[in-house]
């Protein structure tokens, strides 16, 4: 598949089918995540895979409650995976510290959607979801205090092969050449 059609592609997928993925595809997922560059080439990150039903469906009930409920359909993704922040190296902390960025959100956002795309090719649908109870996952899953839960992953074949029109902002609003200069 071209680059530019993987691109528009992928989108958040909300609705699987009830059917498993090959452990093969997200291996092929995690190898396009491991191969995404990082700052000082630092690889703050790791990566839980949950495949076993009812790990994943206790994992899947903390990105949800009865007050905030979009996140359920998690419930539905055969695969779930968790996108760890584990410490930078020394120099991408220094780095950090001495310019004011967070590089280490930074390399987890590229290595996120490294994920993502692969996983089109494999005619696989994800959606990343940022909204969970990280404390909650933390406990099921015994995962160290000092490490954080970035995102969870959601996996799996999608109902629908259609692609939603993109709602994005316009080049204009975005972009401009040799000065600051946007269209509001
Ligand atoms: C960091 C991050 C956190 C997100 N969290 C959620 C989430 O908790 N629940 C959800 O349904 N979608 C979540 N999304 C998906 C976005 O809503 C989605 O990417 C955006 O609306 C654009 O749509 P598209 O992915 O279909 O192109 C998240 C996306 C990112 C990048």
């Not at 498993?20 to 700052?39: G, N, Q, T």
């Not at 990566?47 to 039903?53: A, E, G, M, T």
């Not at 205090?145 to 995102?151: A, C, P």
Request: net charge positive; charged share 30%.
């Amino acid at each position: 598949m071209k680059f530019s059609d993987l691109v528009k592609k992928r989108q958040s997928v909300r609705e699987y089918l009830d059917k498993p993925v090959e452990r093969e595809k997200v291996e092929h997922c995690l190898e396009a995540a491991r191969l995404a560059p990082s700052a000082n080439n630092s690889q703050p990150w790791s990566f839980i895979v949950i495949d076993d039903l009812k790990l994943k469906e206790a994992v899947a009930r903390k990105t949800f409650d009865r007050v905030i409920s979009f996140n359920r359909f998690s419930l539905q993704a055969p695969v779930l995976i968790l996108l760890l922040s584990e410490r930078p190296s020394f120099f991408s902390r220094i780095g950090s510290a001495v310019k004011d960025k967070q590089f280490n959100l930074i390399d987890i956002g590229i290595t996120a959607e490294h994920l993502c795309l692969q996983a089109v090719e494999e005619g696989l649908g994800t959606c990343m979801l940022g909204w969970f109870n990280e404390r909650g996952v933390k406990k099921l899953l015994n995962i160290p205090s000092q490490i954080r839960v970035e995102l969870i992953i959601t996996m799996g074949y999608p109902v629908s092969d259609e692609i939603e029109p993109k709602e994005r902002k316009e080049i204009n609003q975005i972009r401009s050449y040799n000065s600051y200069e946007l269209q509001k």
